[in-house]
T-cell receptor
Framework: SQTIHQWPATLVQPVGSPLSLECTVEGTSNPNLYWYRQAAGRGLQLLFYSVGIGQISSEVPQNLSASRPQDRQFILSSKKLLLSDSGFYLC??????????????FGPGTRLLVL | AQKVTQAQTEISVVEKEDVTLDCVYETRDTTYYLFWYKQPPSGELVFLIRRNSFDEQNEISGRYSWNFQKSTSSFNFTITASQVVDSAVYFCALRGPTNAGKSTFGDGTTLTVKP
């Protein structure tokens, strides 16, 4: 069966510091991968998605970036965090291909607080 | 453009009451998929159901049931005999081909079930 991991679970960072959040998927090959952000009490905002190694699509211009160095690894980064980057970051995967029929499955999330 | 509206921001019920969560969507696609997710206090989004636009048959899974009505663009979710463990934020989502398979989420409905 497939599992998705995210770490760290919680992170407190000062403004201006760098960020690296990691997401890995097990039990599947060439998944579609997604990064979402959820602000407190709000819905989900898609940040990035990837259909393969090195292929990243950005949805919202911001100071965040994403990379996919390996098939089942998806990393969210920032060189300098802003207060507005605080939130709950969720990684998700779906089966390969640009198929809208596929269900997205979510990881446990990372709570980021920027002070 | 796609849009998902969950007009009920918060709902509070007493245990054993039935509760219906509303979801109304907008899309120009003729083929699309609808999803419901549950987000308990731990934060992880748990997949509940997927329904394609050609299947208007209602579905029941234990205490959960879903009513899909294409004529009114609604995909409502009913919990029968609610329990405290049903307390969570519930999200409705839409995926279709013209949005490159990306999900459009509603803002969520926070359900509180009191003992």
């Amino acid at each position: 069966s497939q599992t998705i991991h995210q770490w760290p679970a919680t992170l407190v960072q000062p403004v201006g510091s760098p960020l690296s959040l990691e997401c890995t998927v097990e039990g599947t090959s060439n998944p579609n991968l997604y990064w979402y952000r959820q602000a407190a009490g709000r819905g989900l905002q898609l940040l990035f998605y990837s259909v393969g190694i090195g292929q990243i699509s950005s949805e919202v211009p911001q100071n965040l970036s994403a990379s996919r160095p390996q098939d089942r690894q998806f990393i969210l980064s920032s060189k300098k965090l802003l207060l507005s980057d605080s939130g709950f970051y969720l990684c998700a995967w779906s089966s390969p291909g640009l198929t809208y029929q596929e269900t997205q499955y979510f990881g446990p999330g990372t709570r980021l607080l920027v002070l | 453009a796609q849009k998902v509206t969950q007009a009920q921001t918060e709902i509070s019920v007493v245990e054993k009451e039935d509760v219906t969560l509303d979801c109304v969507y907008e899309t120009r696609d003729t083929t699309y998929y609808l999803f419901w997710y549950k987000q308990p206090p731990s934060g992880e989004l748990v997949f509940l159901i997927r329904r394609n636009s050609f299947d208007e048959q209602n579905e029941i899974s234990g205490r959960y049931s879903w009513n899909f009505q294409k004529s009114t663009s609604s995909f409502n979710f009913t919990i029968t005999a609610s329990q405290v463990v049903d307390s969570a934020v519930y999200f409705c989502a839409l995926r279709g081909p013209t949005n490159a398979g990306k999900s459009t989420f509603g803002d969520g409905t926070t359900l509180t079930v009191k003992p």
